[in-house]
């Protein structure tokens, strides 16, 4: 029983941040997949919504600024506004540099906020970071604390995937795409490229602050130092060009399929011993790095590939002629 | 008088001798840019293996760091090679922004592949405090920096030399200009590739041992590097090795 108890508290953890990668994978599809901005910065982004809730909801302490006890409910929409707006400001200077620069810009900016939360002493507990974070549903008895907390993540996930999946087919995304695909043609044909690049760089940016804030009220927890950086960045561009760049379902399998193996190699090397117990979860990493280079290679499309727009768009059959009567003019 | 001394002993000789680490880093990537026409993200985790392939002579034969060098460059070339043949030759005829991601998947497997070898600690070249020259009796300089400089300069000279009257580097330079053209004359694409990685990664690798040698060696040095030596192939122009090496002395003195 015991057992039991214990694989399904592993199976509700893990589809819990499966929930939130997918979140955080369909906010890179929007920026990369279908408005192709290339941001490297998403672990910035993921941790000003951690801060911006852990701070609206924790109550009054000295170690950081807070006090606002504000419920989660409106905590989580104004992270999300935090993210948007610091991405918002970031695009309104870096939107127009080329795939690459941009790349390289969003690395800096993701470093320049990791920086101000860890040496932002009064406002953010510097290296200690914050704690106290409540968690929604803490309070219910044994297993259905977390479960509540799994079917909240998970409704949020499927909102997202919704949200996401009728912008890509309304005509928005097909403005967004457009650009990716040909910037000068999108130009031509009227549209303000500069503003559709901004939109999408800050709503991708926002899912990235709602998944944030989600970690940080599922550990409890949040600190400079708690996650690597470079490492959740790095994992959602992996599940995103596994599970196929553009395609929002491709990003939630995505998110399934590299969350499940890199929690489940954790299993394996949590049973090694002295010196390899603190190396082996590198060989994990390097793992995953060889799992994007044979994807780039040889399935460039990932395991889901976005259907084809064009299918949306076929026009219905058309209707069959049927013979008109002859129209007899009025006489004047 | 005192304020110059404080000026040139604190701040204008480490400016310069990060400038010389920053413009040979840069080098490499604007170099690159230049031949392959992408951004290699995985510069500075190259520049990181190099300080490691010299830290491991450096502990098995008790080498000095700058004797350590040609193997360290040596064994980077073999390293930037292996890696262009396994994974960004296969991606060649794809957009360059696929390539783009690749070499950032390639630095989180070499930084992974660092920290599972040599583990997370930082080590050191040499330990202990480091001798010192007095020059004109009054300020004094590391003998180590001198060093550092100097080998910057004679690389660079090399390689403007090598850019300028060899045919390698014609042939360089003309692929850098117009790869269409460059291979119309008969000019193989392929082999100047492979030559520009071997230029590239030796510059990285001695980039990453005077980096590691000025401080410390540490799994994330590169990457952490990797910022300021854009910058400052940037900033000196993409795809031009000049501008690299002034941009990186712009970059680092102010920064001091």
Known sequence: ?332 | MDQILIFINAYLVPGIVSGSIYALGAIGLTLLFGVLRFTHFAHGDVMTAGAYFALTFVGLLGLHPVLALPIAMLCTSVLCLGINHFFYRPLMKRPSLVLTISSFGVALMIRASIQLLYGVESHYYVRGIQRSTEFFGTFRIVDRHIWIVCCAVVLMAALHLLLTYTRLGKAMRAVSDSPDLARLTGISTSAIVKATWVIGGSLAAVAGVFLGWDGFIQANMGWDLLLPMSAAAILGGLGRPYGAMVGGLVIALPKS
Request: charged content about 10%; aromatic content about 10%.
């Open chain 1, 1 to 332: 029983m015991e057992i039991l108890i214990g694989y399904s508290n592993y199976a509700i953890a893990l589809a819990t941040m499966i929930g939130i990668y997918a979140i955080m994978a369909l906010g890179l599809n929007i920026q990369w997949g279908l408005t192709g901005l290339f941001n490297l910065g998403i672990a910035g982004f993921f941790a000003v919504g951690a801060y911006a809730s852990a701070i609206l909801t924790t109550s009054d302490t000295t170690k950081h600024i807070g006090g606002f006890g504000l419920p989660v409910v409106l905590a989580w929409p104004l992270a999300m506004v935090a993210a948007a707006i610091i991405a918002w400001a970031v695009a309104r200077i870096c939107i127009r540099l080329r795939a690459d620069y941009l790349a390289i810009a969003t690395i800096g900016i993701g470093e320049i906020l990791r920086l101000i939360f860890k040496n932002e002493q009064w406002a953010t507990g510097g290296t200690r970071g914050i704690s106290n974070i409540s968690r929604p549903f803490e309070q219910l008895p044994g297993i259905w604390a977390p479960l509540a907390f799994l079917g909240l993540v998970l409704t949020l996930a499927m909102v997202a995937y919704w949200l996401a999946e009728r912008g890509r087919t309304s005509p928005w995304g097909r403005v967004v795409q457009a650009i990716r695909d040909n910037e000068p043609a999108a130009r031509a044909a009227g549209k303000n490229v500069e503003t559709f690049r901004i939109q999408g760089f800050v709503i991708g940016s926002a899912l990235m602050g709602l998944a944030g804030a989600l970690t940080a009220h599922y550990f409890k927890f949040v600190g400079p130092e708690a996650t690597d950086p470079l490492q959740i960045t790095f994992l959602v561009w992996v599940m995103l060009i596994v599970g196929g760049n553009g395609s929002n379902r491709g990003a939630i399998l995505g998110a399934a399929v590299i969350w499940t193996m890199w929690s489940a190699s954790e299993l394996v090397t949590s049973r090694l011993s002295g010196d390899w117990a603190h190396r082996a979860p590198f060989a994990r990493l390097f793992l995953v790095g060889l799992i994007l280079q044979i994807m780039l290679q040889h399935f460039p499309a990932g395991l889901m590939p976005p259907r084809r727009q064009v299918a949306a768009w076929r026009p219905r059959k058309p209707a069959a002629i049927v013979p008109q009567p002859p129209q007899v003019l009025p006489p004047f």
